[in-house]
């Protein structure tokens, strides 16, 4: 592993931690989702207007160019800063990607500059009620129509559907060819006849998600992205974006502050002297610096120009169990109140450790499940026999 990071490197964190230092700023506490996402947009604008939002895009589309290495470093400057992370997440990670490597240069004109500003928030549009981790079994058909087509089926788990503009959707465009090669991939108007988002709220009381019926929603020839019955191949940039390199620096180093602050919180409340709770707090340090290692090791592979394989996905099952023990710590922490109070981070927010309990539910089944996880470590890995 070789850590050392050529001066350029270094020179583009520091002018990352010095911009975060001067511009990044602490919300103010959100009375709904509503109210967070307008304060996302002016705050990813602001990011966006000194290009410190798709770094790594092309300067002609507004980005910086920045290397893999750089793009790593930046995440670890940003979360750092602790400002929050821009709202338009899918646009930034998995859509502007997509448009970059399968889009026409018209479609990346259009969309790429709206969703580096937020002016138009993106959902991705791929799991169904049958099609999850056997995504190639989706049932959503786009039927050929004059001038585009009419697309009918239903999506679920759609984050930020309610506040999306447009949607990044698979359809099955050929009913009769094999199950994978009869996919294409579209930008649906989220905003036009035929969608219907219904929010599904959480355990977390959020609506992150929503169900999205599509009702023979049009769509013209022009939104489709890249070619017809080639989905499939799009789909595979989106989900390598998803399980990318960008999400476990930034992880890292927000746990890093919770742990920190769960850490206070214990010597202040007197729960450092149940044997429980201190060895918890051993075990969630351990989990953590495994977690780094792993992040130096993928820092030391992008160094080389190489690209993390399928080891990403143990970084992922690493961060899964690391945040799923540190949350329940958490309410060990808190002790008896744990129903009734918490905090996060040193600052009054009732029932952020409780929330936070709640959402690491979720850590094993976004962006892949576990056992999903454990078959690619088994098979490509381990070298263990296909199933
Ligand atoms: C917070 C959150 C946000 C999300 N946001 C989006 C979004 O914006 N857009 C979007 O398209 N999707 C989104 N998803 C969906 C996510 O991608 C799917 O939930 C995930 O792929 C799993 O699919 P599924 O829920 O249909 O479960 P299934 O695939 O039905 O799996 C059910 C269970 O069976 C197990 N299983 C399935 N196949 C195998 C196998 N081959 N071997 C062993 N076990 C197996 C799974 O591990 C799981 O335990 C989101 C999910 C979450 C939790």
Redesign the pocket.
């Known amino acids: 592993m070789d850590l050392a990071l050529r001066p350029e490197d270094e020179a583009f964190a520091l002018e990352a931690r010095e911009w975060f230092r001067r511009h990044g700023e602490t919300p103010p506490p959100f009375g709904s989702m509503d109210e967070e996402v307008a304060w996302g947009r002016r705050w990813q604008a602001r990011l966006a207007a000194d290009r410190w939002v798709g770094i790594d895009w092309p300067p002609e589309h507004g980005g910086r160019g920045a290397t893999a290495v750089q793009v790593a470093l930046f995440n670890l400057e940003y979360a750092r800063s602790g400002a929050p992370q821009p709202v338009n997440r899918?646009g930034i990670n998995l859509a502007g990607p997509t448009l970059l490597a399968h889009g026409s240069e018209e479609q990346r004109r259009r969309w790429l500059p709206r969703i580096l500003d937020a002016t138009e928030i993106w959902?991705?549009?791929?799991?169904?009620?049958?099609?999850?981790?056997?995504?190639a079994s989706l049932a959503t058909r786009a039927d050929a129509v004059e001038g585009g087509w009419r697309i009918t089926g239903q999506?679920?788990?759609?984050?930020?559907?309610q506040f999306a503009r447009w949607g990044l959707a698979l359809a099955r465009t050929d009913p009769d060819g094999p199950r994978q090669r009869g996919i294409s991939c579209f930008a649906i108007d989220m905003e036009g006849p035929g969608v219907d988002i219904r929010p599904l709220v959480?355990i977390t009381g959020d609506a992150?998600?929503n169900e999205v019926f599509l009702d023979a929603a049009f769509v013209p020839s022009d939104r489709l992205i890249g070619d017809l019955d080639a989905g499939w191949a799009v789909a595979g940039t989106t989900l390598a974006h998803?399980r990318g390199t960008n999400f476990p620096f930034k992880e890292q180093v927000l746990h890093e502050a919770r742990l920190d602050a769960l850490y206070r919180l214990a010597v202040e409340n007197g729960r450092l002297d149940d044997p429980l709770v201190a060895d918890g707090l051993a075990q969630a340090f351990v989990e953590l610096r495994v977690l780094r290692l792993h992040n130096w090791r993928t820092l030391s592979r992008l160094g080389r120009g190489e690209v993390p394989g399928p080891e990403s996905s143990w970084v992922k099952l690493t961060w899964t169990a690391m945040t799923q023990h540190l949350s329940q710590l958490a309410l060990d922490v808190v002790g008896e109140a744990a129903p009734l109070w918490g905090r996060a981070d040193g600052n009054a927010a009732d029932g952020a450790w409780q929330r936070q309990w709640l959402?690491s539910k979720?850590?094993?089944?976004?962006?892949?499940?576990?056992?999903?996880q454990?078959?690619i470590i088994g098979e490509r890995l381990l070298g263990l026999p296909r199933?």
């Open positions: 899918v959902c991705q549009l791929y799991s169904e009620p049958g099609a999850g981790s056997d995504l999506k679920v788990w759609t984050s930020y559907a959480q992150e998600f998803e959402w979720a850590a094993s089944i976004a962006g892949g499940t576990s056992e999903v454990r078959t199933r």
